[in-house]
């Protein structure tokens, strides 16, 4: 069982920063690939970015790619996404999420179903 806590959400201008973190409960945190989706209102949930269990390996999807940072410290149990030239499409609620993905050196592709979820996290960019 994981439980996932996400923090750093806000209110942002176009063109500014963020840094989410995603901390992880259980010991076990380093097994689990790590992913980041977003939902808007009236939209469905997307994919945002994932990342392997190591970190060694990370995924994005093409509209933030260039943009996002997917990243994780397993030492703090803790993922994070940092968003960088932020855009008003980019207003959602964040949500991160982690996969048992068999030790693979890859994240799961996009639509690969996580088997936990937090909360979420509300970023909104104003234009």
């Known amino acids: 069982q994981v439980q996932l806590v996400e923090s750093g959400g806000g209110l942002v201008q176009a063109g500014g920063s963020l840094r989410l973190s995603c901390a992880a409960s259980?010991?076990?945190?380093?097994?689990?690939?790590m992913g980041w989706f977003r939902q808007a209102p009236g939209k469905e949930r997307e994919f945002v970015a994932a990342?392997?269990?190591?970190?060694?390996?990370?995924y994005y999807a093409n509209s933030v790619k260039g943009r996002f940072t997917i990243s994780r410290d397993n030492a703090k149990n803790t993922v994070y996404l940092q968003m960088n030239s932020l855009k008003p499409e980019d207003t959602a609620v964040y949500y991160c999420?982690?996969?048992?993905?068999?030790?693979?050196?890859?994240?799961?592709?996009?639509?690969?179903?996580?088997?936990?979820w937090g909360q979420g996290t509300q970023v909104t960019v104003s234009s």
């Open positions: 999420a982690a996969a048992l993905w068999g030790g693979s050196s890859n994240p799961p592709p996009p639509n690969y179903e996580y088997d936990y």
């Open positions: 259980g010991r076990t945190f380093s097994r689990y690939a």
């Open positions: 990342i392997s269990w190591s970190g060694g390996s990370t």
